[in-house]
């Protein structure tokens, strides 16, 4: 793709490592401002992930990573049992940040279990090492899943996206935009429906914004017209991204997700997932056993704001499930940095991804 | 229902006739402020519907015969054939204010199909009377509607609705909520759960301040929150409004409706419309004929107000179709003041409302 390098003059880093820092997008100044958060302790990062500076499956996921990184710099001791243990607590806060999305404990556990050596030194070494290997990696397998997605996207497409897969969810390129962004180069003409995503307007705010910033023509839509921009053979294709796949294929995503599949079903549009494999949870078997998140009514209620106010009566209580499960019958294929996969192919991903983590311990 | 009194302290007639007004409640206000709009003319009356001070079907059908008992007012001259053609015209004008609610249409024409007579002064005072029956004729119809719904709701049950088809949509008592005001005054302990309704917020804004009102216990949730709150079996039963019913069975509603529908299609959720008979358009076969209105891009945009501002890129456009039709087959039955027919049904209504129709004429 020659355009790659245009590309990266107007998408920032979501995610960027420094020499003793992480520096990330502040993301709740988008579309008004593109500024920059720069972390230098992991309560730091786990701060910006709970006050959503950041968000985003795999964009947590390499924050959470970061704060141990920044974790294993803050450690002033010499011993190297305690430094470890310093990181793991560091580690199990981190993760309680946010309970959804699996790329969280992903990261932490990417970067605990390098963490050992014959000094402090050496193993803040490794920790720097990974967490730059991780970032560049992580950044190859969207561009991976930008390749596999965009054989799926025809010249003249439509395609509906809900919340924000983007690169703003990612380190870089995103996860269901990146099929997009990659048809986009190649010199497809696609337009992309953006669901605006209640209650905290990703879909506006964020791949709006995308877009716009990598000139794809757009259009945002309530998230509920989804069945008539459907009937009205307005949508060629669905990709959004996921937050936690679990072994049978069940996606944990933006609340919305489901309901947009389950309509996707009814008019038998393709309804494709995109997610590196660090997304996977192989502990658990079905969407059943994942943990969704719960946040407060006022993300509801209080900015139900027509003409910029708060509208909904004064006592009004609200329900505030931030994610869904879609199961695995409504979803087509799972674009991953190892190819499209049915649902049913997931599970054997698991011995896959071992015999490589096993060939890369050997090496 | 002994209680009915204490339902009409605490909601306001919607649209009322006066001795030379129609006085509307401004729904634009609510839930901040409960104030009226007095209307003296027929244009009036157009701008009110055009700016959504007044809507909901039922409301609209109301203040568009309320135009023409207002048209007949202010025609100052005395031909009887000069002031048939000026309330004609003033008919023509006032069903172009907005298109996708049947009960429009049905509310002029019931004005005009009795204005005729010796002299001016009998049209205006045929006109007078029989505006003041067709707004008593509603409400008990809704009442109606309420006695047929209350029996498909059990003690403990969990209710969803989208937007607003309730008192404030109708002349008093609503639709979709009739059963809800009827189940609970017959001391069913139910709860409302209200879809707070992009873009407009009639759920958050006017179903949620009706709720509040009449103390029957609710919480708002996100539109695309239907598939959550249907998997964790927190929904029993879903009522909704209508705007146009085709003689298939196919029924126009706010936007999301379908989607709604066809998620509870997949959790085996009870679908149910409420509607007046005067919703429903004979002339029509199936859903495919009904127009639907599009509204302004900045209905979407420049109100999705995270903080209360824009948040939105500013070259955005956006898709606002404000109504879909959802399919008979997702209908588990519609509730009129006739019963609850199933979708296959209403086709046999219109020989039975014809038939009702010419004996009133007889008399």
Not at 82 to 95: D, E, V, Y
Request: hydrophobic share 40%.
């Amino acid at each position: 793709m020659p355009k790659l390098n245009s590309l990266q003059k107007k998408l920032p880093l979501t995610v960027k490592k420094e020499r003793d820092a992480v520096v990330l997008v502040n993301q709740l100044l988008l579309p008004g401002a593109l500024k920059f958060i720069r972390l230098t302790t992991y309560h730091e990062a786990i701060k910006a992930i709970k006050k959503m500076n950041v968000r985003g499956a795999q964009a947590i996921g390499a924050t959470g990573a970061g704060g141990i990184f920044l974790a294993s710099l803050e450690y002033r001791g010499s011993d190297v049992r305690k430094m470890i243990s310093f990181l793991r607590q560091a580690g199990r806060q981190i993760m309680k940040a946010r309970p959804t999305a699996r790329n969280l404990a992903w990261g932490v556990e990417q970067m605990l279990k390098i963490a050992q050596g014959a000094n402090v030194k050496i193993i803040r070494q490794k920790i720097d090492r990974a967490y730059q290997d991780l970032l560049q990696s992580e950044v190859k397998n969207n561009l991976l899943i930008g390749k596999y997605g965009a054989s799926l996207i025809k010249d003249g497409d439509h395609i509906e996206t809900h919340c924000n897969a983007g690169s703003l969810s990612a380190i870089w390129f995103g996860t269901a935009t990146a099929p997009m962004y990659t048809a986009h180069l190649e010199g497809k003409k696609i337009k992309v429906l953006v669901d605006e995503t209640r209650p905290w307007f990703q879909g506006s705010r964020l791949t709006a914004w995308e877009m716009s910033r990598a000139n794809i023509p757009y259009h945002i839509n309530i998230d509920s017209a989804n069945a008539f921009l459907m009937s009205h053979k307005m949508v060629d294709l669905i990709i959004v991204g996921a937050d936690r796949i679990t072994k049978n294929g069940d996606t944990a995503n933006k609340i919305g997700t489901c309901a947009l599949a389950m309509v996707a079903k009814n008019y038998n549009i393709p309804f494709y997932v995109a997610a590196v494999s660090a997304t996977i949870d192989f502990s658990l078997n079905s969407g059943k056993e994942i943990r969704i998140e719960d946040r407060d009514d006022e993300e509801v209620i209080a900015d139900v704001s027509y003409w910029h106010k708060s509208v909904a009566p004064k006592d009004a209580k609200a329900y505030n499930p931030v994610f869904d499960v879609t199961p695995a019958k409504f979803i087509s294929g799972i674009i991953t940095e190892y190819g499209i996969l049915k649902p049913s192919e997931i599970k054997g991903l698991e011995k896959k991804i071992r015999r490589e983590e096993k060939g890369n311990l050997v090496l």
